[in-house]
């Protein structure tokens, strides 16, 4: 009984030592995640980073060459024409996402007759496998089969074919197009479940202060909205920036490299071309994209000052 | 400044009808509440007055003009909603000062307006506050805030005050009332709770399951209830209702379990008849030769005594009775009781309309 007593008052003091060292404690159990961590985040990113700085080639050890690759990208008139085309991809895109998605969110926060269905079709282009849309857009814009062209020749709008894909101008725009068509079910459903957070009551009360619809929407919904429309477009402009399957489905880049983006033109040097520092330079050259659009949503995702919890 | 005339108004949803044809008048400057138990239909009927209902049958007039097809913001109407609806992003100012922004007001009259309304309420420290930063009271204000900023023909309140604690709700119903008096703006207040009633309104409007009861001067329906409901709904705690049928001779009430009460004013009752005996318990009094009833519980709480007691003794019908004297009293014991003078009332069974005057 005794030995029992003295033993488990021991184990105490040991535990309540290590319980003071919280410092110790808390390293430890963070070892796990700091563990998995560098395994499978840091350590395929600072490979990516390192075969930027080599010559690497597909099946070939490269050598540390420095900044060479980023000069010789620096003077390269297609990794610019790249980078022009993502931001053009992005911004356009994003901005029609963005526009489009908010307007199909505040129809469907409307009492319509069908109102789940219509909410279950707006989800259908995204739960749609990318690769399988690409090529529905593929047959949407072939040259000869086109059925838009089809249609605007029957309606008598036009009289010959459009060539979608193989005009520079065109296929930039068909690309945007379908981007945006995959995209808006994810802004729509995620504004939607924004404006339903709204209360009814703010509308009336603004309504009986005489507000016509157009500046409830102004001074009301768009403000009080405001912290959703930040994360929503901060993730729509990571996936389009990053975009890559509907292009290389679509056009592989072309024509003339008009809608090479900085993804697929990193993917065609490092594994077609087999220049694999030379496409990871391009890759890395997109961190400095990515991160300020992450900065933005930093201060974009900030607490507002009104909000529950927000710093006074 | 305006009048308000309620004509035969219905309200159904779908085919669910929740109002069955209301009419009230409303003076210019008065303060009315209506007054009814939850899902009576008051919010209904002042969401209608607000125009953020359709009215399904009958009009609605302010100052004389059929506003049915008016829409909300061209009735000139200010209302306070039970949870405020502040608008969580504007400061307490622009919350004040919304809807003369609206109007495109020259900044130097909206802030004039805000801080002289602020003053009134007592805000003017809190102008630059988000709502969230403000306490229960303090965003009751607000809301009350921006209505008066815009001097409206009318204001409506819809339980305002259910949001507060008892101590708070007992002041602001002072401050509303002063307010009140201070404008003179013609005001419509809706209320589950009997006491807010009697003690701010001009006049009250008593609803039940979508018709009005009774609509009269607190005071009238305190001493003139015209039905039952409304009996038992006004006046605290409440009237007890005594089942019996009226004696032969037309001056006594035979309570069903024993024990007889004395009747004065009979309009519409036969000897012999069915009916519904009502006796609020300030309104007892001991005298010799009354009605003997055995004590059952006594709560003394200093000022008064409420005591529950057995008409006729055991076995009878439990009366509450309030009694102002310092009265000692033991279960068990028998009292001798008797009402008021002129402060019985008496009800028919079925119907439960008003049979004395
Ligand atoms: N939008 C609605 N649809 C159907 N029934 C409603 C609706 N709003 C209120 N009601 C019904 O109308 C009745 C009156 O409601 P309300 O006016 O809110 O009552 P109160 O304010 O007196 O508590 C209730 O029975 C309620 O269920
Ligand atoms: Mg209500």
Redesign the pocket.
Do not use: D
């Given at each position: 009984m005794a030995d029992v007593t003295a033993g488990s008052a021991g184990r105490r003091s040991w535990w309540a030592g290590i319980g003071q060292g919280r410092h110790v404690l808390g390293l430890l159990f963070l070892l796990p995640a700091a563990v998995f961590l560098v395994l499978f985040l840091t350590y395929p990113l600072g490979l990516g980073v390192w075969l930027g700085f080599t010559d690497t080639r597909i099946g070939r050890e490269g050598v540390f060459v420095g900044l060479e690759n980023y000069e010789l990208l620096w003077i390269d008139s297609v990794f610019w024409l790249a980078v022009f085309n993502t931001l053009l991809y992005t911004v356009g895109a994003s901005i029609l996402k963005f526009a489009l998605g908010l307007w199909l969110a505040l129809l469907l926060n409307q009492h319509l007759p069908f109102k789940s269905f219509f909410r279950a079709v707006v989800l259908l282009p995204w739960v749609v496998p990318t690769v399988l849309s690409a090529i529905a857009f593929w047959w949407i814009f072939d040259a000869q089969f086109s059925i838009i062209s089809w249609a605007l020749i029957k309606l008598g709008l036009i009289d010959h074919n459009i060539n979608f894909l193989g005009d520079t101008t065109n296929a930039r725009l068909s690309v945007i197009a379908a981007n945006v068509w995959r995209g808006i079910p994810f802004v729509a459903i995620s504004l939607l479940a924004g404006l339903q957070t709204i209360p009814a009551s703010l509308h009336e009360a603004a309504t009986l202060d005489g507000a016509t619809g157009w500046q409830r929407f102004r001074y009301i919904t768009l403000p009080m909205l405001s912290p959703i429309i930040a994360v929503v477009m901060t993730f729509s402009v990571l996936f389009t920036f990053t975009d890559f399957q509907l292009i290389y489905v679509l056009t592989r880049g072309g024509p003339l490299n008009a809608t090479h983006l900085m993804a697929t033109l990193s993917f065609q040097r490092a594994i077609p071309g087999g220049q694999l520092g030379e496409g990871a330079a391009i890759a890395v050259a997109m961190i400095p994209f990515l991160l300020s659009a992450i900065l933005f949503s930093y201060f974009g995702l900030q607490r507002r000052k009104w909000q529950q919890g927000g710093g006074d | 400044m305006a009048t308000v005339e309620i004509r035969g108004v219905k309200k159904a949803?779908g085919t669910?009808a929740?109002i069955h044809g209301v009419d009230v008048s409303i003076r210019d400057g008065e303060f009315v509440v209506l007054v009814?138990p939850?899902?009576?239909?008051?919010?209904?009927?002042l969401r209608m007055i607000a125009g953020l209902e359709n009215i399904t049958g009958g009009a609605i007039l302010i100052n004389e003009r059929v506003v049915n097809d008016v829409p909300p913001k061209e009735r000139d109407i200010a209302m306070v909603f039970q949870n405020y609806a502040l608008y969580p992003h504007m400061t307490v100012g622009a919350n004040m000062g919304f809807s003369l922004k609206l109007r495109s007001a020259p900044k130097s009259e909206i802030d004039s307006r805000v801080q002289r309304a602020a003053g009134i309420l007592g805000l003017s420290h809190l102008l630059d506050r988000y709502p969230r930063q403000l306490s229960g009271g303090q965003r009751q204000r607000v809301a009350m805030g921006r209505a008066i900023v815009r001097d409206p023909q009318v204001f409506l309140f819809d339980e305002p005050l259910s949001n507060l604690d008892a101590k708070l709700r007992v002041q602001m119903r002072t401050e509303i009332k002063e307010l009140h008096q201070r404008l003179k703006t013609t005001t419509v207040y809706?209320t589950?709770d009997q006491i807010e009633a009697m003690t701010m309104a001009d006049k009250i409007v008593v609803m039940h399951d979508g018709v009005v009861e009774q609509i009269g001067a607190p005071l009238d329906l305190y001493d003139r209830p015209a039905n039952q409901f409304v009996a038992g709904f006004i006046g605290s705690p409440a009237m007890n209702f005594i089942k019996g049928a009226v004696g032969s001779d037309g001056h006594a009430f035979a309570c069903d379990g024993g024990a007889s009460l004395p009747l004065e004013g009979m309009v519409g009752a036969r000897p012999g008849q069915r009916a519904v005996y009502g006796l609020r318990p300030e309104h007892i009094r001991i005298v010799e030769g009354g009605a003997p009833a055995q004590v059952v519980v006594v709560e003394p709480t200093g000022s008064e005594i409420l005591a529950v007691a057995r008409l006729g003794g055991e076995g009878g019908q439990e009366i509450s009775c309030l009694f102002r004297e310092r009265l000692s009293l033991a279960p068990g014991e028998i009292i001798h009781i008797a009402p008021q003078k002129g402060m019985s009332h008496l009800f028919d069974e079925a119907s439960g309309a008003r049979l004395v005057d």
């Open positions: - | 949803y669910t929740v009814g939850s899902g009576c239909g008051k919010s209904t009927l809706v589950h």
